[in-house]
């Protein structure tokens, strides 16, 4: 038994320096994703933006140019979008395209009124409308107690497939943020992905930093070890 506890010291710190660079690659990695991302961010900003054969690509961040009909009565409004501390909704809407396809398109930020069961109302201009965006991939369902919206207008969070139930149109998978002014008083500004490249890079740092921490203890814990078997020898 006294054998096995010597060695404990050894075992904990082995299993800790492992961990230590395992966590500290998985940073590193994070921050090679996150250098790529910008990239991906500057050529998007650099390049024309595409059109409707853009969204069946579905690469996150496309400029895009969009031509098309806005099906207002298919629009919705999700809750709970907060924008210099108001509340608020995001106002999202199917806009058929003139290839005939659908796309949601997230159209900008609007306050909620004092009266949260009255909706705003949203011009939507008639006609063929032009606009200018960033495809977006939809988020993941958000862990929320609010129960979603099954028939009505106002829902909690986006859900593609469940939209397409609930509107009964084909939209395409990805969603566009629109960047392009319109007469419509809704707010775009759209939040941009926090790259924290210099953070992963840190965070790195500091786990390779405990696994040499703890490659040196053992290292140290080995050599006291073997100094006093030395020291105990006749």
């Known amino acids: 038994m006294r054998r096995a506890l010597d060695w404990l010291p050894y075992v904990v710190g082995v299993a800790l320096c492992v961990t230590a660079v395992q966590l500290g690659l998985w940073q590193t990695r994070r921050a090679e994703q996150k250098i790529a991302l910008g990239a991906q961010l500057a050529a998007g900003e650099r390049a024309v933006p595409g059109g409707d054969e853009a969204l069946a690509a579905g690469a996150e961040w496309t400029r895009v140019r969009l031509s ?27 806009l058929l395209l003139n290839s005939g396809q659908a796309v949601l398109v997230k159209r900008g930020w609007v306050a909620a009124g004092a009266d949260r069961s009255i909706l705003p109302s949203i011009v939507s201009p008639a ?11 939809p988020e993941a369902r958000p862990y929320t107690l609010a129960a979603q919206a099954g028939a009505g207008p106002l829902w909690q969070y986006l859900d593609v497939p469940a939209y397409r139930t609930w509107s009964g149109l084909a939209v395409v998978d990805v969603v566009v943020e629109q960047s392009s002014a319109s007469d419509d008083a809704l ?11 210099d953070r992963h890079r840190g965070y790195a740092v500091q ?13 140290w814990f080995g050599w006291k070890r073997w100094q006093k078997h030395v020291m105990a020898r006749p």
């Open 187 to 197: 707010v775009r500004d759209w939040p941009r992905p926090d790259l924290g490249v």
């Open 68 to 94: 098309g009909r806005w099906l207002a009565a298919k629009g919705i409004f999700v809750d709970n979008r907060v924008h210099q501390g108001r509340a608020g909704y995001h106002v999202v809407m199917p």
């Open 127 to 137: 006609g063929v409308v032009t606009i200018d965006g960033r495809i977006r991939v």
């Open 207 to 219: 786990w390779f930093g405990l696994a040499a921490l703890a490659a040196g203890l053992c290292g």
